[in-house]
């Protein structure tokens, strides 16, 4: 109602959210938030419209106490208009008429005084009211730079959301990259232990080769200088395979190697990726705590500014 004090504005904190309304996760199930807010406006529906046919009820109520009071002024003025006329010729009413004006000189300060201390109290109430005011405006600018720093507050977690998200699709492109990699790796190690087996094929062909030839080189002894030069020949090609053998084998060891490396990259990278999600699931809750705030505030601000234009209306009636 219009008589009710304006709300207590002085236990808003002023140095951060935190103080008053900690930082606690909710969930709502698909549907919950909205179906909240519906019920929400519902409610203040019905409690608008009951304001509303309060506020019609008390102002036809007014209407008909001064249809009243203007019916029996009425009535009172006929009444005395009808004594008037009657007792305007009369010789006492006209010998009072004469002397009440002497009468009335008598109580004249006394009605000054009166007339002054009535006026004395209307100041007062004047400045008072005038008091009053004065802290409802600086509650109304004290609410207004809460609600500006609130503004702020949810316009840096908007952009520290964005960067989130940022930083995770550059994390994705990241990841899959490092998993191509990965998949050429592993392709080339397959290529590299198939030519490994052909090459320890080659070496076992050989050193039949060798056995058999060293056989036949104790049967012939005519023909041992060539085969031992064949011999030769073949082992140096041995050998050749062998250093090949190692160093493809080195090849694969580093490659194996650089794959480790890469998969523990890569779940960097997904651990990464992963606190860069919660951080901006953390973020996007913050923001709908402090919108939420912020829509309280709003409504807090609005039940002011009524009350305050409902005092305002009341001071020309004083």
């Given at each position: 109602?219009?008589?009710?004090?304006?709300?207590?504005?002085?236990?808003?904190?002023?140095?951060?959210?935190?103080?008053?309304?900690?930082?606690?996760?909710?969930?709502f199930?698909?549907?919950?938030?909205?179906?909240?807010?519906?019920?929400?406006?519902?409610?203040?529906?019905?409690?608008?419209?009951?304001?509303?046919?309060?506020?019609?009820?008390?102002?036809?109520?007014?209407?008909?106490?001064?249809?009243?009071?203007?019916?029996?002024?009425?009535?009172?003025?006929?009444?005395?208009?009808?004594c008037?006329?009657?007792?305007?010729?009369?010789?006492?009413?006209?010998?009072?008429?004469?002397?009440?004006?002497?009468?009335?000189?008598?109580?004249?300060?006394?009605?000054?005084?009166?007339?002054?201390?009535?006026?004395?109290?209307?100041?007062?109430?004047?400045?008072?009211?005038k008091?009053?005011?004065?802290?409802?405006?600086?509650?109304?600018?004290?609410?207004?730079?809460?609600?500006?720093?609130?503004?702020?507050?949810?316009?840096?977690?908007?952009?520290?959301?964005?960067?989130?998200?940022?930083?995770?699709?550059?994390?994705?492109?990241k990841?899959?990259?490092?998993?191509e990699?990965?998949?050429?790796?592993?392709?080339?190690?397959?290529?590299?232990?198939?030519?490994?087996?052909?090459?320890?094929?080659e070496?076992?062909?050989?050193?039949?080769?060798?056995?058999?030839?060293?056989?036949?080189?104790?049967?012939?002894?005519?023909?041992?200088?060539?085969?031992?030069?064949?011999?030769?020949?073949?082992?140096?090609?041995?050998?050749a395979?062998?250093?090949?053998?190692?160093?493809?084998?080195?090849?694969?060891?580093?490659?194996?190697?650089?794959?480790?490396?890469?998969?523990?990259?890569?779940?960097?990278?997904?651990?990464?990726?992963?606190?860069e999600?919660?951080?901006?699931?953390?973020?996007?809750?913050?923001?709908?705590?402090?919108e939420?705030?912020?829509?309280?505030?709003?409504?807090?601000?609005?039940?002011?500014e009524?009350?305050?234009?409902?005092d305002?209306?009341?001071?020309?009636?004083?």
């Amino acid at each position: 109602s219009c008589s009710s004090p304006p709300p207590d504005l002085s236990s808003l904190p002023s140095s951060g959210i935190n103080a008053e309304w900690p930082l606690r996760p909710g969930f709502f199930r698909a549907g919950v938030l909205a179906n909240l807010e519906s019920e929400r406006d519902e409610k203040l529906r019905v409690l608008i419209i009951g304001i509303q046919a309060l506020a019609r009820g008390k102002l036809a109520v007014e209407n008909f106490k001064k249809l009243i009071q203007q019916h029996k002024a009425i009535q009172v003025l006929q009444r005395n208009g009808k004594c008037y006329l009657k007792l305007r010729n009369w010789q006492w009413w006209r010998l009072f008429t004469k002397v009440k004006p002497l009468l009335q000189v008598t109580s004249r300060d006394k009605e000054i005084h009166e007339r002054e201390e009535e006026l004395k109290k209307v100041q007062d109430q004047h400045n008072k009211d005038k008091q009053t005011m004065e802290e409802i405006e600086a509650l109304l600018k004290k609410t207004m730079e809460e609600r500006a720093l609130l503004n702020e507050q949810i316009f840096r977690e908007k952009e520290m959301a964005a960067e989130a998200d940022d930083q995770r699709v550059r994390l994705a492109t990241k990841k899959a990259e490092l998993e191509e990699y990965i998949h050429d790796l592993e392709e080339r190690i397959d290529s590299e232990e198939e030519k490994n087996m052909k090459i320890m094929s080659e070496k076992k062909r050989v050193e039949g080769t060798i056995a058999e030839l060293e056989a036949t080189l104790a049967d012939e002894g005519n023909a041992r200088q060539k085969l031992s030069i064949e011999k030769q020949q073949l082992e140096n090609k041995l050998k050749a395979i062998e250093d090949s053998l190692a160093n493809r084998e080195d090849n694969i060891a580093k490659m194996t190697r650089d794959k480790a490396q890469m998969d523990a990259r890569l779940k960097d990278t997904q651990s990464a990726l992963i606190e860069e999600e919660d951080k901006g699931k953390a973020l996007t809750k913050q923001k709908v705590k402090l919108e939420t705030m912020l829509q309280e505030l709003e409504d807090k601000l609005q039940k002011k500014e009524k009350s305050t234009d409902c005092d305002s209306a009341l001071i020309p009636l004083l």
